[in-house]
């Protein structure tokens, strides 16, 4: 009962993998464990290493290279997109838009949107992540625990924990600062260093030109500057 069209797809499997669907050359071309039951490749070698070790994996990958060093470690994955996911070998990682999540290798991280959460080659190992919007986060490496949405929005992020962080390009230059709760176009843009914490910003380009600074509660449009 399973599908596999394409070269390779679903490579040496044994009987022991059942409902699998492969389409597409090498697609879960390493599958050959009863674990690799239930999973979706669809793409030029999407999980074309994958060979879990987890019961029932239920992994899901849909793009070229979607998940494409993916082995023992990845489960309960949805990635979509070309090279989305594509170091990944955790858990429990939702990562959707071309090249989303391409370098991460963290665990329960939610990236959606073209470059989201992209991350550093060899260097992107952060958590409990969610990143929505193209370019948000692209930069991460192990900072983790933070909730970044819009465009480009946190993009320079790469070591920093436990911000919020909504609107267009909002803390764009922001890559160290931690417990900040940030929303509005543009706002706390210019932020960046490790002495930026703890701060409150709402509104249109609230606190745009602040650089360092701690404690800080800047609310309306323009405020802060």
């Known amino acids: ?15 022991d993998v059942d409902r699998a669907v492969a389409i597409g050359k090498d697609a879960a071309a390493s599958a050959d464990h009863s674990h690799d039951d239930g999973i979706i490749a669809i793409g030029y070698q999407a999980l074309t290493s994958f060979s879990s070790t987890d019961a029932y994996n239920g992994t899901v990958a849909i793009g070229a290279f979607a998940g494409y060093t993916g082995s023992t470690g990845l489960r309960e994955a949805v990635l979509i997109g070309y090279q989305a996911g594509y170091s990944n070998n955790n858990s429990y990682n939702v990562m959707i838009g071309n090249e989303s999540g391409k370098y991460a290798t963290g665990t329960n991280n939610t990236f959606v949107g073209h470059d989201a959460a992209l991350g550093v080659d060899g260097s992107t190992s952060g958590g409990n992540n969610v990143a929505v919007g193209a370019k ?71 606190a745009k030109i602040m650089t360092d600074g701690t404690e800080n509660t800047c609310i309306g449009a323009k405020t802060g500057d």
């Open 136 to 206: 948000a986060l692209t930069a991460l490496t192990t900072g983790g625990d933070n909730v970044v949405i819009g465009f480009n929005a946190g993009v320079a992020m790469t070591v920093a924990g436990q911000n919020v962080y909504i609107g267009k390009d909002c803390a764009e230059s922001s890559d160290q600062g931690d417990y900040n709760t940030v929303v509005g176009h543009g706002s706390f843009k210019t932020a960046s260093g490790n002495s930026s914490n703890y701060n409150t910003v709402v509104g249109w380009e609230a």
């Open 1 to 15: 009962d399973n599908v596999a069209i394409g070269h390779n797809a679903l490579g040496d499997a044994s009987a």
